[in-house]
């Protein structure tokens, strides 16, 4: 998948190690952060899409997100990774899981572990679980967050 990606400001949430990490959801002192953005109640929604459809935005080097279908409750994005991109340790208070279209990418913990996953392959992390992962060759991602992460709306 080929994109011009346009380049969106994020928040300024932290990773893992207190530095700053746009995909993050973490205060620098390592505490949860709050939702920020629009009220459940006035959510916007997006109900149908096509992958391709959606803009993509470059969210950190080599990592394009497209986000496809929301509402306050459930968000579904796609990912681009070109080979070596890396998302670096971090949470957020979503529930994020996910499936592997086309790739390999190995995930890695705050404790070391790893999995190396590819086409056809999930995974799921909890709320506040500390996840990274690095691209080893180009990923195409579908990922599911529960509830929506508000600075992924387009």
Same mark, same amino acid.
């Given at each position: 998948? +080929?994109? @011009?990606?346009? /380049?969106?400001?994020?928040?300024?949430?932290?990773?893992?190690?207190?530095?700053?990490?746009?995909?993050?959801?973490?205060?620098?002192?390592? +505490?949860?952060?709050?939702? @920020?953005?629009?009220?459940?109640?006035?959510?916007?929604?997006?109900?149908?899409?096509?992958?391709?459809?959606?803009?993509?935005?470059? *969210?950190?080097?080599?990592?394009?997100?497209?986000?496809?279908?929301?509402?306050?409750?459930?968000? !579904?994005? /796609?990912?681009?990774?070109?080979?070596?991109?890396?998302?670096? !340790?971090?949470? /957020?208070?979503?529930?994020?899981?996910?499936?592997? !279209? @086309?790739?390999?990418?190995?995930?890695?913990?705050?404790?070391?572990?790893?999995? *190396?996953?590819?086409?056809?392959?999930?995974? !799921?992390? /909890?709320?506040?679980?500390?996840?990274?992962?690095?691209?080893?060759?180009?990923?195409?991602? *579908?990922?599911?967050?529960?509830?929506?992460?508000?600075?992924?709306?387009?």
């Amino acid at each position: 998948m +080929t994109e @011009s990606p346009n /380049h969106k400001a994020r928040d300024g949430a932290t990773n893992v190690a207190g530095s700053p990490d746009p995909a993050g959801a973490q205060s620098a002192a390592g +505490t949860p952060k709050e939702a @920020s953005g629009p009220s459940r109640t006035d959510f916007p929604t997006r109900g149908f899409c096509k992958v391709g459809n959606n803009p993509s935005v470059e *969210i950190r080097p080599g990592v394009f997100r497209s986000t496809l279908v929301y509402d306050a409750d459930n968000m !579904l994005c /796609h990912f681009h990774e070109v080979p070596g991109a890396v998302v670096p !340790l971090h949470t /957020h208070v979503a529930v994020q899981s996910g499936f592997v !279209l @086309s790739g390999k990418v190995r995930f890695f913990d705050e404790a070391g572990n790893e999995r *190396i996953l590819g086409p056809g392959e999930g995974y !799921l992390f /909890h709320s506040d679980e500390p996840h990274g992962s690095v691209a080893i060759e180009a990923t195409d991602l *579908i990922e599911s967050f529960t509830p929506a992460r508000p600075e992924y709306l387009d």
